[in-house]
């Protein structure tokens, strides 16, 4: 009889990282979202697996501060866990902004605006947390068919100075 020879699945093995344990039942902010075992493990470990995986090569799903922080461009996960709450904080006390918490695995949510979606937009305007440039944050303006170009914004400052121009498009 052959010997059964098991072999580990990465993208299994991330998926099970990355799933929120237990579900979370309201997610009305971010951090009802950090529930999974790259929110709670110790931040090393969490680093650890994601190189193991080969995770930046690969584009692993994963949250914006986790390939930020295996790039070095941010200093803990702690501090990543900040800038989401202090953009749910400017958001949420907006009228019209909502957070969706349904994005990508072990992802934060991102916002809508919700007066920008009207006829003929599809989609509406949309603040969501990005590894692509240290301000963290790009917008997406509301759109029809074709996906603008993501507007880059400086920070949760740069993002209250936009907010009027933002919520004028």
Known sequence: MDEVQLEP???LE?????DVHPPALEAA?????RRSWIHTAPEQ???ELFRKLNGAKRRLPAPWWL???????????????EIEDEVHAVLGNRPGWVFVPWAGAGEAGYWEYAPSDRAPMRMPTTVVLTD???????VVPAHGDTEPVPVPVKGVAGLVALLPQIEAW
């Not at 390939?67 to 866990?81: H, K, Q, V």
């Open 9 to 11: 699945v990465p993208r």
């Open 14 to 18: 991330w998926s099970l990282a990355t």
């Open 29 to 33: 902010r971010p951090a009802s979202l």
């Open 45 to 47: 470990q969490v680093l």
């Open 67 to 81: 390939r930020a922080l295996d790039r070095g461009e941010i200093p803990s996960r702690d501090a990543a866990f």
């Open 132 to 138: 692509q440039h240290p301000g963290w944050l790009n």
